[in-house]
């Protein structure tokens, strides 16, 4: 069962993760695709984390909060990539990861 202090998080992670996705996909357009591999490569790796996060903290998993402490540091991980990069994919994927990365950081120091 879904803790409610979770929600917020939650709905972060899985917001964060659906940036991730399209950024990764909107990259793989870009005119110089191998300029874009690290983005590309911290994009899935982030989406993966979100999305496990977010199933953890909806399982009420007691390694919730420690596992939104990874996923906090991959979000800015990979927001300080994205945001190196004036595509507006990318901009938005940088913003995303910093929501999540802020909600993360404060489930985690909650729990």
């Given at each position: 069962m ?5 929600a917020?998080?939650?709905a972060a992670c899985?917001?964060c ?8 996909a ?5 005119e110089?695709v191998?300029?874009m591999a690290r ?8 989406a993966?984390l979100c999305?496990l996060?977010?199933?953890?903290m909806?399982?009420?998993?007691e390694?919730a ?10 979000c ?18 940088a913003?995303?990861c ?6 993360c950081?404060r489930?985690?120091?909650a729990?």
């Amino acid at each position: 069962m879904e803790k409610p202090d979770y929600a917020a998080c939650i709905a972060a992670c899985n917001a964060c993760a659906d940036a991730c996705d399209r950024c990764a996909a909107a990259c793989l357009s870009e005119e110089d695709v191998k300029m874009m591999a690290r983005c590309i490569a911290l994009d899935i790796d982030c989406a993966q984390l979100c999305r496990l996060a977010a199933a953890v903290m909806a399982r009420g998993g007691e390694i919730a909060a420690a596992l939104c402490g990874v996923c906090a540091e991959a979000c800015e991980r990979c927001a300080g990539e994205c945001a190196k990069h004036p595509m507006d994919h990318c901009q938005a994927c940088a913003a995303a990861c910093r929501a999540c990365a802020d909600a993360c950081r404060r489930m985690a120091a909650a729990a």
